[in-house]
């Protein structure tokens, strides 16, 4: 199946000041259709830019990108308003019309999309039931929480039934709670509606917790992309790992070392847990054979892409050759890093 | 000290008639327009939705010669403009006509200055919703700066009033006219004094209309 967005080495360069920017260089890009995909990179890598250029509110330098089956960088105007109706989109700061109701927000796209009187209404109730705002339906944006705008933002995105949604940092505004329930309602815009998702975000809960697969953006350039269990369960570029260390503390540093040092005196070594390679199993297995004892002293787990992935660190007490050897067997399964004195 | 309020009365009257119809209809037409050339200020310059940068220069500079020129002077240095338009350069009409072009200059800085406080994620968010330029400023940069906007017309209006008492000087007739002519050159006070009053009461009463209209539209 084709995908419904494609970055085929695109180059997006700033030419509005004396010095050019460029803040996209040779991307290559497949989102399939009806996947959560998530861009995650730190503030200036260029992610904000990169999903502006899918529904063209910036012109693509060079390169092709193909939105739905057309080149978005040969399109005229007016073929960009058609392509930008069916494609929603949703803002950190919200971007509510201040003037108008929750009503009236949800109302401005289906009449900038030419609705007729009757459906817009219709559609408006629909939508506010689908977010769970219908009771603030005539309340002013100025009214309403963080969370409760983020929602008539997503309703308002969804207005005119686009294919695509492109959330650019939709929760960096919000508290870790009101994240939880926007991000929720993502999932179920994903799954319910079928539309295909691109969230931009800086923040790892954010891709671990909904995105099916990931682009890892540094200074323009694309890092990585594939899978998000994948991609993080092996990360290949120093940026990656940073984002993984993130959301996982796996090792012990500073303080929290010192004081496993104090009770533990054995050797310690953190290893990688990753859904499937059964670490628990080969682990009770080969410690009673290499005649090895072990603690678990530090760790964490969590779900990246519904699937679980962390580090546990071990102490383990026996024979200097004996632990060498479990080290080794280990090392066979999954990473085995050891903790230097 | 006393005037002869049954002549003068019905001076009196024409003139609260004739600064009213100079304020509304420089009000109404300059309003409008300096309107416009506001919304091409806003929307012209970088990063605009109509970014084209010589019509904002030309725009911009043109603005700013015509805008800091004293009315006095104004009214008196476009006479072979009010001539060729007007027929005139003395009397209401022609007085009037120098109201508008020199309110159309003062408003456009003003509503100029209010649409740079709209959000420009908001003016995004339109666009990304496939909004022409055309809708979003008919739409939304109007409705979105209303209360400010409506704020910079009362003070405009405060100002044009205060413009045709000047414009008295090229016989424009009202209250500013009234006062000089029967009050000051007179040395009657009393009668500079009730068309102070009167231009004062006016004024109040539009700054009041004013600030009621812009609470309604910030809700506040």
Do not use: C
């Not at chain 1, 007490?317 to 090392?331: N, P, S, T």
């Not at chain 2, 209809?25 to 939705?49: D, E």
Request: proline share 3%; glycine share 10%.
């Amino acid at each position: 199946m084709a995908p419904i967005i494609e970055f085929k080495n695109v180059t997006k360069t700033f030419t509005e000041s004396s010095t050019p920017v460029t803040a996209l260089e040779n991307i290559d890009l497949r989102i399939e259709s009806g996947e959560i995909f998530g861009v995650i990179g730190y503030s200036g890598a260029g992610k904000s830019t990169l999903v502006r250029l899918i529904n063209a509110l910036e012109p693509v330098t060079s390169g092709e990108l193909i939105v739905d089956g057309a080149d978005v960088a040969g399109m005229r105007e007016r073929e960009l308003r058609t392509l930008r109706a069916g494609i929603g989109m949703v803002f950190q700061q919200f971007n509510l019309l201040r003037s108008r109701t929750v009503f009236g927000n949800v109302d401005y796209a289906l009449r900038t999309a030419g609705w007729d009187k009757q459906r817009r209404r219709d559609r408006i109730e629909e939508l506010l039931n689908f977010v769970g705002i219908v009771d603030k339906a005539w309340h002013y944006p100025d009214q309403l929480s963080g969370g409760q705008k983020q929602r008539v933002g997503i309703a308002r995105a969804l207005a005119t039934n686009p294919k695509i949604l492109l959330a650019d940092e939709s929760t960096s505004a919000l508290d870790p709670e009101t994240t939880g329930d926007v991000l929720r309602l993502l999932k179920r815009v994903n799954a319910e509606l079928g539309v295909t998702i691109v969230v931009i975000t800086h923040e790892m809960d954010v891709v671990r917790e909904i995105a099916d697969s990931v682009a890892v953006l540094d200074a323009g350039g694309l890092v990585e992309t594939g899978p998000v269990f994948e991609v993080f369960s092996r990360p290949q570029s120093p940026t990656t790992r940073r984002f993984v260390e993130t959301v996982l503390r796996d090792q012990p540093e500073g303080l929290d070392l010192e004081r496993i040092r104090e009770r533990h005196t054995g050797r310690l070594v953190t290893a990688r847990v990753r859904e499937g390679d059964r670490l628990g199993s080969v682990l009770s297995e080969a410690v009673g054979r290499h005649n090895v004892r072990f603690d678990i002293v530090y760790g964490g787990i969590q779900a990246f892409g519904g699937r679980s992935l962390g580090g546990l660190t071990l102490e383990l007490r026996g024979a200097d050759a004996d632990v060498d050897a479990l080290i080794a067997e280990l090392a066979t399964t999954t990473e085995i890093e050891e903790l230097s004195v | 000290m006393n005037a002869d309020w049954g002549t003068l009365g019905p001076t009196f009257l024409t003139a609260i008639g004739q600064t009213l119809w100079m304020v509304l209809v420089t009000m109404l037409i300059g309003g409008l327009l300096g309107l416009v050339l506001g919304i091409l200020l806003y929307t012209t310059r970088r990063g605009g939705l109509l970014a084209n940068r010589v019509v904002f220069t030309v725009l911009n500079v043109l603005v700013n010669i015509i805008r800091p020129i004293p009315f006095i002077i104004f009214i008196t240095a476009i006479g072979p403009l009010t001539i060729a338009v007007v027929g005139t350069q003395l009397g209401t009409t022609a007085a009037t006509f120098a109201l508008i072009l020199a309110a159309i200059f003062g408003i456009s800085r003003i509503v100029e200055q209010n649409l740079v406080t709209i959000d420009p994620g908001v003016i995004e968010a339109a666009r990304a919703m496939g909004a022409s330029p055309m809708r979003i400023i008919r739409t939304l940069l109007v409705p979105e700066a209303l209360g400010p906007l409506i704020l910079g017309y009362t003070f405009i209006f405060v100002a044009v009033v205060d413009m045709t008492a000047v414009a008295g000087a090229v016989g424009a007739g009202g209250l500013g006219d009234f006062a000089i002519t029967y009050g000051y050159h007179r040395f009657n006070w009393v009668v500079t004094g009730i068309a102070v009053v009167t231009i004062i009461v006016l004024v109040q009463a539009a700054q009041f209309l004013g600030n009621w209209l812009a609470r309604k539209a910030l809700r506040r």
